[in-house]
């Protein structure tokens, strides 16, 4: 036990020693033991990182500040103006909307991680086939993308959040399809 400040602060425990993976010609020795075991308290707060590391990278159990810093990289202006709980809640999303970026799923995630609200989300396009060539094309001749938004009932600046998706939905939509975003009544 190491007092400091007045707080007792105890050294991680070994979960395992080193001494544990010697061979058995050295566990002979009770000072290549013990050599060997001064290292399992530097070794130990390494060892208990590694052990927990799934705590750190599961969006559930990570640090606020971690979960807001990882945000960031996959959409800095949502990261940098929700609440902490909702990125936790919708860090798939956002990943979702990296990933499928230009396409309809894509838009609907970052809507999703921005309102946390399930969006509606309407191209002009599509896509079919045909057995014969000169067949009927789908959707319509002129492009758009229409973005309807629904917000929580407790959203404190809701023009705020209109204005994020708005910028957000640039960022993620195909670049030569104009687009409307609106929010639903």
């Given amino acids: 036990m190491i007092p400091q400040r007045g707080v007792d ?5 070994v979960a395992v ?7 058995e010609a050295f566990v002979a020795s ?3 033991v013990a050599f060997v075991r001064a290292f399992d308290d530097g070794f130990a707060p390494f060892a208990t990182v590694l052990d927990h590391l799934p705590a750190y990278v599961d969006p559930r159990y990570a640090p606020d500040d971690l979960v807001r810093w990882v945000a960031s990289w996959l959409a800095p202006a949502v990261a940098a103006r929700r609440p902490a709980a909702l990125l936790r809640a919708h860090l798939p999303d956002l990943v979702t909307s990296a990933v499928a970026r230009g396409t309809l799923r894509g838009v609907a995630a970052a809507v999703r991680a921005c309102t946390g ?4 989300v309407r191209d002009s396009g599509g896509t079919a086939w045909s057995r ?3 067949g009927p094309m789908p959707g319509s001749a002129r492009l758009h993308l229409d973005v309807g938004v629904r917000l929580l009932p407790d959203e404190p600046d809701p023009d705020d ?12 939509r195909p670049v030569h ?3 409307t975003v609106h929010l639903l009544g």
């Avoid at 020693?17 to 061979?23: K, Q, R």
């Fill in 9 to 13: 602060v105890r050294p991680a425990p």
């Fill in 132 to 134: 014969r060539p000169h």
């Fill in 30 to 32: 009770p000072g290549t």
């Fill in 161 to 172: 959040v209109l204005d994020l998706v708005r910028s957000v939905v640039d960022d993620v």
């Fill in 117 to 120: 609200c399930e969006p509606e």
């Fill in 17 to 23: 020693s080193l001494v544990d993976g010697l061979p």
């Fill in 177 to 179: 399809v104009p687009t």
